[in-house]
């Protein structure tokens, strides 16, 4: 497929178009480049729903779940899942696990999962280019699952419109998720698994540790409390920030880029003979950027 | 305890003086950077040696038995644990834990963990001027423990002189760790647990998907295997990656720092405008820097 047919299937929504536009970002190809500058203006916004908890909590049924929703009024669909690197466990249980059944059935939800390959800077960078092209595929909904367990997924979870955490009882102290980073960024949490013991504990005390925050409870697998939690979604929509964190990891990609092997080389002898600090090694190094 | 202060004192290897200065690194603080360029070229190059694989594997006791053989082979020891982001489990585990008990006690071993906080590329950078630091106050065997749940644990291993992957049997399969970045980056491989059933069996599978990699086989906690294993450390140190890690970190901070505000607001607007691309925006943000 060339460039000029790609574009022009894409911008159809055609899925087989998306999915090879996909794995031109996810291998950080440099035709993902050209693609991304000549489609990236042909799109409207889609509401970005983040998803984010531990594992265990239901968060693929309960992604699943709001994909048939959201088919069911009417929405372009589509689930973009963010593989932690995860060297150890997850990244082929994601794609080999008989997942997001019924919305995988439905030729109008659009499922894709993303790995990092150990990329380094590599899979935020991607996750906002992923988007980009769903939104020129002309998706207007899009679930994003992160599993949040490292600083990536935190950064990605933090470019969705929309930011909700997923736990679920029994999984030991959740609480825990209000010391870092991802509950400030939540615009909404979920209790799943509701019907278990210790749920209304723990959305009480998930309630009561974050000043207030929206708590809902749901059972995905059954379908209760869904269509509150959607409608909450909906109206939930924050500033939009998938620019914001695009263009910052643009340019960290152009920086690196820019400098020759040469300089890189020569900064680097410097800074091991401790003839120069860092800070001014990195100086040095912007200042013969062309 | 004023800048002179604490570098006439971390250059004497004041434990109090080097968690001080280690603390202001964690908190991104600019007095870190100050105190980074007064002291960076007064240090020998320690040996680095980076532990990391998924929970449960019995890691923080093999860091800790390595700890004590270190010692009693006279090297200045520290242990730097970098907690994953772990919104959600992990983080207060590992300073709520009676960890590392023997090493712990030992006053001539130097502990440390330190936690991302959800900063936005903070943990890497973090981590890499916390190694410095030790090094400043004369540590000359490091121990950098990490959990290889995301994609800046891998960037941090990989900073690290000699890299130990550490596995045990009965946790699933391993060996999808292959298909990620983390084995690429190993040193040696060691198989934890070992009298525990299947341990033969992961070895062998290791060392077949892994073109030959040296893997050993150790019980951490009855104190088996572990002064082959400490001798293949030894005798692994590679090509010395710390420097260059930072310095792409400095890099990272010093762009973001040199951009005005009111430049990085003009550029983002003309992005939602779409009147720009994103690597165009980049471009201008670039040209524009002091």
């Given at each position: 497929m060339d460039l000029e047919n790609l574009v022009e299937r894409l911008l159809k929504g055609e899925p087989r178009a998306l999915a090879r536009a996909l794995t031109l970002v996810e291998n950080r190809s440099p035709e993902a480049r050209e693609l991304l500058s000549r489609v990236f203006a042909d799109r409207k916004d889609a509401l970005i729903v983040g998803l984010t908890g531990p594992s265990g909590v239901g968060k693929s049924t309960l992604t699943d779940a709001l994909a048939k929703l959201a088919r069911e009024r009417d929405r372009r669909v589509a689930v973009l899942a963010i593989d932690p690197t995860s060297p150890f466990t997850g990244g082929a249980l994601l794609g080999d696990r008989a997942r997001m059944d019924s919305a995988a059935r439905d030729p109008d939800v659009f499922v894709r999962s993303m790995a990092t390959r150990g990329h380094v800077g590599g899979l935020s960078g991607a996750a906002f280019e992923a988007l980009v092209l769903l939104e020129v595929a002309g998706k207007d909904f899009i679930l994003l699952e992160t599993v949040g367990a490292g600083q990536d997924e935190v950064e990605v979870a933090a470019a969705a419109d929309v930011t909700v955490v997923v736990l679920a009882p029994g999984?030991?102290?959740?609480?825990?998720?209000?010391?870092?980073g991802i509950m400030e960024i939540a615009s909404l949490v979920v209790v799943n698994k509701a019907d278990r013991d210790g749920a209304d504990v723990l959305a009480e005390q998930v309630h009561a540790h974050t000043d207030g925050k929206p708590v809902f409870k749901t059972n995905a697998l059954k379908g209760d409390g869904l269509e509150p939690l959607f409608d909450a979604i909906l109206g939930a929509r924050g500033e939009r920030r998938l620019m914001e964190a695009w263009l910052s990891s643009v340019l960290q990609q152009i920086v690196r880029e820019r400098i020759s092997p040469s300089a890189w080389e020569d900064a680097l002898q410097r800074l091991k003979e401790r003839s120069v600090t860092p800070y001014d090694a990195a100086d040095a190094l912007l200042k013969e950027l062309k």
């Amino acid at each position: 497929m060339d460039l000029e047919n790609l574009v022009e299937r894409l911008l159809k929504g055609e899925p087989r178009a998306l999915a090879r536009a996909l794995t031109l970002v996810e291998n950080r190809s440099p035709e993902a480049r050209e693609l991304l500058s000549r489609v990236f203006a042909d799109r409207k916004d889609a509401l970005i729903v983040g998803l984010t908890g531990p594992s265990g909590v239901g968060k693929s049924t309960l992604t699943d779940a709001l994909a048939k929703l959201a088919r069911e009024r009417d929405r372009r669909v589509a689930v973009l899942a963010i593989d932690p690197t995860s060297p150890f466990t997850g990244g082929a249980l994601l794609g080999d696990r008989a997942r997001m059944d019924s919305a995988a059935r439905d030729p109008d939800v659009f499922v894709r999962s993303m790995a990092t390959r150990g990329h380094v800077g590599g899979l935020s960078g991607a996750a906002f280019e992923a988007l980009v092209l769903l939104e020129v595929a002309g998706k207007d909904f899009i679930l994003l699952e992160t599993v949040g367990a490292g600083q990536d997924e935190v950064e990605v979870a933090a470019a969705a419109d929309v930011t909700v955490v997923v736990l679920a009882p029994g999984l030991g102290d959740q609480l825990q998720a209000s010391k870092a980073g991802i509950m400030e960024i939540a615009s909404l949490v979920v209790v799943n698994k509701a019907d278990r013991d210790g749920a209304d504990v723990l959305a009480e005390q998930v309630h009561a540790h974050t000043d207030g925050k929206p708590v809902f409870k749901t059972n995905a697998l059954k379908g209760d409390g869904l269509e509150p939690l959607f409608d909450a979604i909906l109206g939930a929509r924050g500033e939009r920030r998938l620019m914001e964190a695009w263009l910052s990891s643009v340019l960290q990609q152009i920086v690196r880029e820019r400098i020759s092997p040469s300089a890189w080389e020569d900064a680097l002898q410097r800074l091991k003979e401790r003839s120069v600090t860092p800070y001014d090694a990195a100086d040095a190094l912007l200042k013969e950027l062309k």
